[in-house]
């Protein structure tokens, strides 16, 4: 089953389209919006950017009755950007792309499925595999029994570094409010799909750059995953984020940014 996956614009550029385009993927229980848009502003200049949303997430409110795999996943995504390129008169053109957690194990899929369309890469906070198919199982049945709201405060803690809720509030609680409003069946699916996901080994076969960036403080997907990322593709960079957790791009969106920069357009890194 593939699901139906939304985009919205993160950049408002009247030349986007002279621009390289670049797909931001989220976390699960965010929006590509609430994750990004810090870091997006810092990007707006050199990129075309887009966000896409999970089933049941922020703008897409579409959940399909069915489940669905992690590569079918990234099958949806593929369309929407595909879309888009035609749109801007590149169809089956080459992409940037850059995902936190779920939105990482996507993007994985589509450097696997579709090689030579995702130009280069960023992972983040994320894994070739994420978490135990029995910790998945425990999350869906709490979340079947007392829905997503259930899940916020414990969120609160495993998302972000050490006093982000004190220096961000408003980010913070912007975040957690779009878990709260997840549909409790699109999260679940979810659940479900990174249960199942596993591509381990199969790193050696991704030949595009890939930066692998993990949070020093995170619990959810620990740095040695994303090392494990960087060491097993072809040619993978790793870097750790101090008193960052689960969420990068809204933690710490200017240093993200900085290093997507890097990546993606060869900028040399800011003077200290």
Not at 57 to 80: D, I, K, Q, S, Y
Not at 101 to 112: F, N, P, Q
Not at 148 to 161: D, H, I, M, P
Not at 187 to 211: K, N, S
Request: with cysteine.
């Amino acid at each position: 089953m593939i699901p139906s996956i939304t985009v919205a614009r993160l950049t408002g550029v009247r030349h986007r389209d002279d621009l390289p385009l670049l797909v931001l993927g989220p976390s699960l229980g965010t929006s590509a919006t609430t994750l990004w848009r810090a870091c997006a502003a810092e990007l707006g200049d050199a990129f075309d950017v887009v966000g896409w949303d999970l089933p049941g997430h922020g703008h897409n409110r579409a959940v399909p009755e069915e489940p669905f795999t992690m590569a079918e996943l990234a099958t949806g995504v593929l369309r929407v950007v595909d879309d888009l390129l035609t749109q801007r008169g590149e169809p089956g053109g080459p992409f940037l792309y850059a995902g936190d957690s779920v939105g990482g194990a996507v993007g994985l899929e589509l450097l696997l499925a579709a090689p030579g369309r995702v130009a280069a890469a960023a992972l983040l906070c994320t894994g070739a595999r994420i978490g135990t198919a029995e910790s998945w199982g425990t999350r869906i049945e709490q979340v079947r029994a007392a829905g997503t709201s259930s899940l916020v405060t414990a969120s609160a803690q495993r998302w972000f570094g050490s006093s982000f809720l004190e220096r961000q509030p408003a980010r913070g609680s912007a975040l957690l409010h779009v878990l709260q409003d997840a549909s409790d069946v699109g999260y679940a699916q979810v659940c479900a799909t990174l249960a199942e996901f596993d591509v381990r080994g199969e790193l050696g076969r991704i030949g595009a750059p890939v930066l692998a960036v993990a949070g020093a403080e995170d619990e959810v997907t620990p740095a040695a995953g994303l090392r494990e990322i960087a060491d097993g593709v072809r040619d993978g960079r790793f870097v750790e984020l101090d008193g960052v957790a689960h969420l990068a791009p809204a933690e710490a969106p200017e240093a993200v940014a900085r290093l997507l920069r890097r990546h993606f357009l060869g900028e040399a890194p800011a003077e200290p």
